[in-house]
């Protein structure tokens, strides 16, 4: 069946679930997505659904497995055990498909199940969830870099000091969850100045001061909870965009400290914007500066960042 939302044209819908592809990383959470895995997959056994086991040895490989299972016809539903890296993984290949993906979270920041309202400490609950097989359309990010290779997202991509931070939370393996992002932050602030950016609306507004960082929300959070963009809303077809601009370290540690508590709009050198889509460059010396999206390393700037309305098709709790 399908319901249609009055308000903003959102199809929602149930899928009967007969049989699904289980994609699990059997590195997310430190382990943790594996023993989720199994306490899933004797839910999904349970409940009379097949399930489709998919492990790659890489994430092409990975993506390899999960486009021909949803290209045979052979699933209902395709679900991830893990992270907000696996799950973009997985929707390169099912964003736009008409499959229903559904979430076992898994990971270290888990801000898709934090979104969606998933159960993020109890990996029967999440299957419970899947297997009730109701689902409702989201917007999705879009990334695209100067050669015009593509990539999707579902929460937020930043550049500045956060994706700066993102490299360098992707080189450590100690502390676990939202703590690495802290430690990150710190090291990082320690020699930190801010960035000659410019970035292009689709309004014709250009944002050419230099900024601390710059952060294009289809969600609301991302690290493990940190609120970026607080007021962002998955089914409005806007962009929200947050922009700490150059600001002194102390000021700069307030601003970091209200993305905690959701009252980053109460500091000073915030700003934000709401857009379809935004080119952004960094225009400084020559140096490494990256897009990041739901915590993975999409392009090198510049890119061009865009939300595609309903495109997105997630299993969630029935409300």
């Known amino acids: 069946m399908t319901v249609q939302d009055k308000d903003l044209n959102y199809p929602l819908g149930n899928t009967k679930i007969e049989t699904l ?3 699990t990383n059997p590195h997310a959470g430190h382990g ?19 399930v489709i086991a ?5 994430p092409d490989d990975a993506r390899k497995l999960i ?15 893990g992270g907000d890296g696996m799950i973009n993984l997985a929707l390169q290949e099912q ?57 999707w997202f579902g929460t937020i991509m930043c550049a500045g000091f ?5 490299d360098r939370v992707n080189q450590m393996s100690w502390p676990h969850g939202r703590n690495r992002y802290n430690l990150a932050i710190v090291r990082e602030f320690l020699a930190f100045h801010s960035l000659p950016f410019k970035i292009t609306l689709d309004d014709d507004r250009v944002l050419d001061d230099p900024i601390t960082l710059a952060a294009f929300g289809n969600t609301r959070s991302y690290g493990g909870g ?56 960094y225009t400084g010396p020559a140096r490494p500066m990256n897009a990041y999206a739901d915590g993975d390393f999409m392009f090198p700037l510049p890119v061009t960042v865009e939300v595609v309305p309903s495109v997105g098709k997630y299993i969630v709790p029935r409300p």
Not at 32 to 48: C, I, L, N
Not at 162 to 166: E, L, T
Not at 271 to 280: G, I, L, P
């Open 67 to 81: 486009r021909e299972v949803i290209s045979d016809g052979r699933i209902d539903a395709l679900a991830v055990c």
């Open 54 to 58: 998919l492990q790659g040895s890489n």
């Open 95 to 151: 964003a736009g498909t008409g499959i229903p993906l559904g979430i076992v979270p898994a990971g270290t920041g888990n801000d898709h199940g934090r979104e969606y309202n998933l159960p993020r400490d109890d990996a029967k609950e999440a299957a419970n969830v899947i297997a009730d097989g109701f689902w409702t359309t989201t917007d999705l990010g879009r990334i695209t870099d100067v050669q015009g290779n593509q990539k």
């Open 226 to 281: 940190m609120k970026i963009c607080p007021t962002a809303n998955h089914s409005d077809g806007l962009l929200d965009i947050t922009v700490i601009g150059k600001s002194s370290r102390i000021k700069a540690a307030l601003a970091f400290k209200s993305v905690f508590d959701g009252t980053l709009n109460e500091i000073e050198e915030v700003s934000t914007y709401r857009c379809r889509k935004a080119h952004v460059e």
């Open 21 to 23: 592809a289980l994609v």
């Open 162 to 166: 956060d994706s700066i931070v993102s």
């Open 32 to 50: 943790a997505s594996q023993a989720a895995s199994r306490k899933a997959s004797r839910v999904f056994a349970d409940r009379g659904i097949d």
